[in-house]
């Protein structure tokens, strides 16, 4: 995302703000297929839609609480078990080595600041022109309506789901498996720009598609500086938090 002599110039400037690079990942998991990560989407859709009919046939409303939160977590099942075949496949079987999960507390710290920056300082300026042109975007208008219907334990699972198992699951399935899948035919920068718009395009909301990709490329960027994905989750953890925090 930083490149020529003025990504570099900015890269050094920002240099002790950033999370220091640490390329301890396995050997062993060098590359694998670009399609397993596509497999692995369609297969997590399966899953999540197969939840969802389960929590309506228990009882849940189709657009409830119970039934989103239960297609989530197929959605989310499905992105960790395609790392967990990524792994035992291609890797050394061992998601913490294959995948770059250690990080000290330093740039634990530093990649939750880049993730709240993110959201509360590039995703509005993205937006503003728009806004200043007079363009009508709602663009939390749903995850408002849907926080503002829950109520005790539903809202904390949901917030939970959102904060905590997402930037797991979703960065080991993007920023792991699809990112190194993808730069072996597009090189680092293709699949850091490709990875960004894929991550953007899978969430199916037009109007945040800017900020997704936004926080798409930050996140690629960092697991491509870092490594692994250790960095980029606590990255996603905080932008996530930071939605959360707005909307609670």
Not at 71 to 88: D, H, I, K, N, Y
Not at 160 to 178: D, Q, W
């Amino acid at each position: 995302m930083l490149d020529g002599p003025t990504g570099e110039a900015v890269t050094r400037w920002l240099q002790p703000l950033l999370p220091s690079p640490n390329y301890r990942r396995s050997t062993a998991a060098t590359s694998w297929p670009a399609g397993l990560a596509l497999a692995g989407w369609l297969v997590a859709g399966l899953l999540a839609a197969l939840a969802t009919t389960l929590a309506v046939v228990a009882g849940a409303t189709e657009s409830g609480s119970v039934s989103l939160l239960m297609g989530q977590l197929g959605l989310w099942t499905g992105f960790v078990t395609t790392a967990v075949v990524a792994s035992r496949r291609f890797g050394a079987g061992a998601l913490r080595a294959d995948f770059g999960f250690t990080i000290t507390f330093v740039d634990m710290a530093k990649s939750a600041v880049i993730g709240i920056a993110v959201q509360v300082l590039v995703v509005p300026v993205i937006y503003f022109p728009l806004i200043a042109a007079g363009v009508d975007l709602d663009v939390s208008g749903a995850a408002e309506e849907l926080f503002r219907d829950l109520a005790g334990l539903e809202k904390v699972a949901i917030a939970v789901g959102v904060i905590a198992v997402a930037p797991v699951a979703e960065e080991l399935l993007f920023r792991g498996v699809l990112l190194r899948g993808l730069a072996q035919h597009l090189g680092d920068r293709g699949a850091l720009w490709a990875t960004a718009l894929v991550f953007a395009g899978s969430h199916f909301q037009v109007v945040q598609f800017p900020g997704l990709v936004a926080i798409g490329l930050t996140l690629a960027w960092l697991a491509q500086r870092t490594g692994g994905v250790a960095a980029p989750i606590w990255a996603h953890l905080a932008f996530n938090a930071t939605t959360v925090a707005f909307l609670w």
